[in-house]
């Protein structure tokens, strides 16, 4: 039992980085633009397969490159397709909620078929740090890809906190989307703004993409489950909020390790389904969600 | 006059830069080599449609003589494609299940803006209800039995769907029914025992006589869109494009945008049982992979798109291209190419022609009789 | 009589206080002003009387009914309309529809309700906009935009109309025939509380003024003596010197 516990403390540790990770660009998308970007678990299937081609040998051979190399150039290049993504499509149509919303799902899908023309449908496994530590006091055991991931995703959101409160551009976006027209009044450059946002949103999905993967599995269909996620995150944690995002990830991150570890695996996924119904009855505006002063 | 104009809104709502620029280019073209055979056409057929906007007009909108002879040419073709398409009747019947979908999407997500990823999951109820009635419970089941509680159980699931989410604004509606999706279909593999897994249930054709199959799908069809057509055109399909507008205007008028946003999704569910019975029996079977993936509720979505959402004969229009594309024109090109062109192809609508191909082609028409209002 | 009362309503945003403890009654036929400053808490105590926002603490009542919790549409169908500081109609329908819209039964049987287009022609007919009927209301001027707000509220059939700033952008003949209308507004029977950072145009139109600042009651009384009182005068020195003459 003592064990039991140990490991849920451990094992949700690990998996709400991640989880947190999925949902921080989510949420700052859509708050400096107002647009729920359904496209984001492809940036997040992205960053595994980017990863995925320039580590292994077996899909591009040419290149080979070590884990050190590919980690940071694969944030890059899903970062980069975030922003193209970005300044594209959704600048030329963003000021239809609607049109947006659906031209990204539609993204999203497309990304999915390209993704099983170039890899077809077979799930890829790849290691990004590999080994597990046996964790003899607590009696659980701990992957190192896990282990890398925690320190991954604090490593990111410390950087992230570092950009939005210390550096002009960083402010800028927080500016933005505390709010908008306060921000353009006081000669912040928005839609600037918005692509650097994009950027940043999807270099963070470009690491949880890595890290999924490497977890589980690179396969055509792993976009889903994490659009999913950081939908329940963002809603239970105050949609725009980062802070109640991470705040959000956690809780939905042990909600379902607990219910995996003590009900069992089956009813894990239905778990953040509860919490996303309670949540919706009784703090429809989340955790962190605020109301807004018209005057 | 302005009843015409009315009619041309009716029709089509919300106008874009991209799409304005090519509607003008479009009827700058007409204009030349169009109008040449049009206008006297239009100056033909105007007659036979002034009666019918004397005696239908005021139910289904008004019409010019040529959109009215779109109408007609549509309507015929669909009634006697056995006569001409004998080769293509199974991807016509697919077409026309298909269209109660996207009609059925489009009423409650198209008009009101509160988009549904889920109606893959609705369609999934009724398909999987009359599985699981002949499966579990006696496979002799009469249709009379089977299609209307396949119909109740999905408008029961979809108020369930609903009304916590439909409570409020924004995103949160469109949350739920993309997380119902997923659990439906995680449901149909946790309960592997009942539902067969991803085998599915095997359901009974309706007949093995296609053309008899066919007239079983599209006469249930041409009821859901003149339905929803006339429901679309009344002042319910006023106020639920005014919440998808301006839902504070909504309020302020003295107006419950709950209440009609839970009657959208009534209106929408109905058909979505409907379809989802039609379906199975099309089909053979249920299974989660036909019904219930989110990629189909997707597809709704695209032939809404493709027709020109809010207009529910758009949709119509759209599925049969959607599924003509899919299962005729582009299957040369191989599965993941096939698909991705089609996805492309929905992507340049929404951003160059976000109202619709076939609301293009109606206002086209429209214009060609448009002189004499 | 007291068609409207306002009992103690406070509304906070997080640890800021809008509306602070602020007790007013509207009588039936009358106009009422509702001055202050710019954030001052006027547009807040209408959208809480509206139920756009959840009041913080107090009561509002119409009618002798208690209103506090009921839900926006259900004030409107209780008598009350509020013609708010934006326009916002909707782009894709006429002015007519825009107009019909507020007409209809909040009913989802009602498949052919609303009003007819003679009454609907007559609700615009009170604010000169007959003749735009069949326009797109993104082709209107300003002042016809603001016209069509009015229009739509008048649409409800209110007991009590609540204007928010209705003389904003507007020049001085459009003022004073706008303040005519809602003069003939009054003798139809509809009592009115109106809105207005700026007292001049306001002084002839209204019977009394309840002056807000920083979400209190700060005066209230006749309108010539609210303009002489000082403690109005230093409030509004503050921000606006010339708003008070």
Redesign the interface.
Known sequence: MLGDIASVIVDGALISAVYALIAIGFTMVFGVGGVLNLAHGALIMAGAYTYLSLVSDSILASVTLHPIVAFPLTVVIVGLISYGLYVVLVRTIEENVVITFLATIVVAIAFTELVTLVFHAQPYQYSVVPGVLQVQALGTRILYVELAAFVASWGAMGLLWYYVTKTDSGRSIRATSMSERGAMLTGVDVPGVRARTWLVAGGLAGIAGVFLGGIGAAEPTMWLEPLALAFIIVVVGGIGSIKGSVAAAYIVGYLQTATGQFLGQSVRGIMSLVVLVVVLLVLPQGLYGTEFVHE | MSDREQTGRGIGRLTGRAESVLRDTLLAQGAGVVGAVGRPAERLLWPVAERYNRRLGERFGEVTGLQLLLLVVAFGGLVTAPLWGQDYLRPLTLGAVWAVFAMGWDIQSGYTGYISFGHSALSGAAGYTTGLLVLHLNPELSLFVTVPLSILVTTALGLAIAVPSLRLRGPYFSLVTFVTVLLFYRLTKALSEWTNGLRGIRVDVFTYDLTLQYYMVVVPMLAVAATLTYVGRSDIGTVLIAIRENEDAVSAAGLDPTKFKLWSFVLSAVPMGIGGVLLAHVNAGVDPQTFVIVDNSIQMIAMAVIGGMSSILGPLGGAFLFVGLRDVFLVGLGEELRWLALWLLVLLVLVFARDGLFRLLWRALGALGGDRR | MTLLSVEDLTKQ??G?V?VDDLSFGVESGEILGLIGPN?S????VF?CI?S??QVTGGTVRFDGTDITDD????I??RGL??V?QES???????V??NI???T?P?S?R?????ASDKAIASYAAQVDIEDA??DDPGSLPHADVRRLEIA??L??EPDLLLLDEPFAGLNQTEVRRLSEQFESFREQGITMVVVDHNMRGLMDLVDRVVVLHNGQKLASGDPADIVGDERVQDAYLAGEVSAVQ
């Open positions: 945003f997080g800021l809008a954030g808490g006027k547009t807040t959208n509206m756009i926002y839900k926006t549409h259900e409107v169908n309309s509020r708010s916002n109609p909707i782009g894709s329908m006429t007519r529809e019909e819209l507020f209809f909040n989802i009602s498949f052919d309700g609303g009927l069949n739509k509220a649409a409800t």
